[in-house]
């Protein structure tokens, strides 16, 4: 089993910046990706940014340019620079890991966290 735990949300004026943690424990034998979604009341969860194993990523055109994802493989912990944030931002925001069933396995499967709030305020 693995945890995934979120930290670093808060509220900022626009313009700000925050960085949001991701943590995984538990029995890991690889973080395949990991990445950040968030959520609007009433949306559906939205990708904003993911990480592979290699160091590759991705990011929604809404954050390019804005936030940067990064981890720490030897930590087994992500992280979401979020700079110059807009009003437009706020969310809820949440980290998965994306790892091997078992050892060797090619089955995977992601864990998710609780979620981290993020207000910006005008």
């Known amino acids: 089993q693995v945890q995934v735990v979120e930290s670093g949300g808060g509220l900022v004026q626009a313009g700000g910046s925050l960085r949001v943690s991701c943590a995984a424990s538990?029995?890991?034998?690889?973080?395949?990706?990991m990445g950040w979604y968030r959520q609007f009341p009433g949306k559906e969860r939205e990708l904003v940014a993911r990480?592979?194993?290699?160091?590759?990523?991705d990011y929604a055109d809404s954050v390019k340019g804005r936030f940067t994802i990064s981890r720490d493989n030897a930590r087994n912990t992500g992280y979401l620079q979020m700079d110059s944030l807009k009003p437009e931002d706020t969310a809820v925001y949440y980290c998965?890991?994306?790892?091997?069933?078992?050892?060797?396995?090619?089955?995977?499967?992601?864990?998710w966290g609780q979620g981290t709030q993020v207000t910006v305020s005008s």
């Open positions: 998965y890991v994306n790892v091997p069933v078992t050892w060797g396995s090619r089955r995977e499967v992601d864990y």
């Open positions: 990480i592979f194993s290699g160091g590759s990523a």
């Open positions: 538990g029995t890991i034998f690889r973080i395949n990706a």
